[in-house]
DNA sequence: TATTGTTATACTCTATAACTATA
DNA sequence: TATAGTTATAGAGTATAACAATA
């Protein structure tokens, strides 16, 4: 951040499109490491991150809408967390074409030690920031990021009318 | 936006890397429609707005590594960019190995008017957030995004010693 | 020896299409 | 008829390796 004597500031960032990709791209190479223990890296996490703890209902559409990926990634996605032990597809008793996508006990562990990293990395990141800055930055972007939801109306919203309290 | 009947806020968005992918995607969809003159898309108008205009010098190297690009990809970026009439490879008088990308005069009238569309997607984008939070928000967003700078020193300031005021 | 740029090749990731089962 | 999920295939995008020219 200091102006250094050998880079006066070379036009640095001057477009939206190119700070919003240095940003991701400096925290996926992060979010990579982070999560090298996860099969599907930075995905995997996310689906981790989206998968049914018990309380909510989560579809492999559900979550594949949420997070923007096709649903056939989903299956190799869930394939991969299922076999390493950290997610189970259970049957939805509401709808028996869906598979819910739920979190082991192995699955929470890893979940949260990963979660921790991913927050360091985001440290990392927003390290150029202020602490009030970084706070601000976040809750703007979460903020912004809602503006559309990805996904018109929850399918949790359809389905959970039957069943009070979750799905 | 404004809270529908229909969509109780489901959750929302709770992480950093999700809200962050989401933005992204909302962003590069809009993008994909601004820049469909271009060649290359979002990426060829990374590509021309880091096109020299003249005043600073721009090599294929330089672009890619701001871009955090591979070098082969720019070549085929190039490629089309000048097949396209948008740019011109000029050899650079001070290092005979680089090729300046510099924009021709349709490359200025195209990346005005594909600027405008830009930030036009940029406005829906950031539709959810107040005048002042999205000013807030691009601010920040640079800010963040300058922190690491892809290239630990331009190329400019290599070469520039001995070409005052320009490359 | 290192770097710029090009080309060809191989690989990864993602989307498309077709299918079954269920709504 | 539409949707959830799976599978196989094809496609786009990207990186890897080798090369020539120059520093």
Redesign the pocket.
Known sequence: MSETAGERATETVDDFGQALGSLLRRYLDGARDAADALPG?P?GFQVLVNASSGTDCS????I?HRLG????????L??DLEKAGLVE?RP?PA??????VVRTAAGEATLDDVRRRMAAVEDVVLGSLSADDAVAFRRLLVAAAVGAPPTGHS?CDVVGDDLAGGC
Chains 1, 2 share one sequence.
């Open positions: 890296g995905r579809n492999q559409a559900t594949a990926i096709d649903r056939t990634v989903m299956t190799y869930v394939d597809r939805d709808d028996r074409r869906a598979r819910q399918m």
